[in-house]
C-alpha cells in the first residue's frame, strides 16, 4: 500500500434517528492507480460494552463507598461510650468556669481579671467540644471521596484523640511517635482515617483478654521508601495466628465471634486506592504489627 487514512471513529444516523458509531479507513493499492480499500466498521456492540463496563465500574465504586461507610458508621458506633465521655469533658469543664465567673463577678469588688481566664476557658473548652463534632460528623458522613494534601501526623493525632477513653477504659497504654518532616501526602482525610481507626480499635480489643503483662499501643509514622509515608500500629496483644495471617485482609474473613470480616478488606481496599500497601507482621517478644504506606505528594503539584 502507498497511501492511507489513518482509521477514525463517526457518528451517522439510522433511518429510524437512532445513532450508530462506525470506524472509519482508507488505503490505496498500488502508485499511480486509481484503487484502494475503504472499511466501514459497526462499533455499537463496543460501545455498548464500554458503555455497560463503565457502569460496572461506577456500581463497585458505589458499592464500595456504601461498605466504608457502613464500616466507620458501625466503627463510631463501638466508640458512644468514650466519645460521649471525650465530649462531655469539655462540657464540665465549662460548666465549672462558669461557675467560678459568677463567683468572681459576685465578689466585693467583682475581680474582672479572674472572670477573663474563666471565660478564656470556657472559650477553649467550648472549640474543644465542637473539633471534637466535627471530627465525629467526618466520619460518619458520606461524603464524596476527596483527594487533598494531607500531614499525616495531623491525619492520625485526630484518631487517637477519639479513642483516648477507649484505650483508658480497657487499660491500654496510648503512645505516639510521630516523625517531624514528613513529605505531604494526597488522599481522602476521612478514608485515612478510618484505616486508622479500624487498626488501632482492632489492636485495643486484640488486648483487651490480656491478663499478663504491659497493654501497650504504639503508633508511630515514619518515612519510608521512595519518599513513601509509613503509618504503624503496634500493639502487644496475642499475635497473630500464623495460619490465618495469609486471610486477615480476605473479605468476610474474622476470627471474632461478632466480627463482619470486612474492617481490614475495606482498608486494604482503600490504602491501595491510595497507591499504597498494606500489611501485617509480628510484634515482638508478643503483638502484632499492622502498618501502611500512603505515596507522598510529588512535589510541584498542588
Known sequence: MTGSLQPFEKEYFRKDGSRVPVLLGVASLEEGENEGVEFVLDLTERKRAEAEAR??????????????????????????????????????????NAQTALRWLGAHPPNQEEVREALDRIVKAGKRAGDIIDRIRALITKAPVQKDKLDINEVVGEVIALTGSDAVKNGVLVQTQFAQ???LVQGDRVQLQQVVLNLVINAIEAMRDISEGALDLLVSTQKAERDDVLVAVSDTGPGLDPETLPHIFDAFYTTKSDGTGMGLSICRSIVEAHGGRLWATANMPRGAILQFTVPSQPDGES
Not at 466504608?68 to 465549672?96: C, D, F, W, Y
Open 181 to 183: 518532616g514528613l513529605p
Open 55 to 96: 457502569e460496572s465500574e461506577r456500581r463497585y465504586r458505589e458499592m464500595q463507598m456504601a461498605l466504608a461507610h457502613a464500616n466507620r458508621v458501625a466503627t463510631m458506633g463501638q466508640l458512644t461510650a468514650s466519645i460521649a465521655h471525650e465530649i462531655k469533658q469539655p462540657i464540665t469543664a465549662s460548666v465549672a
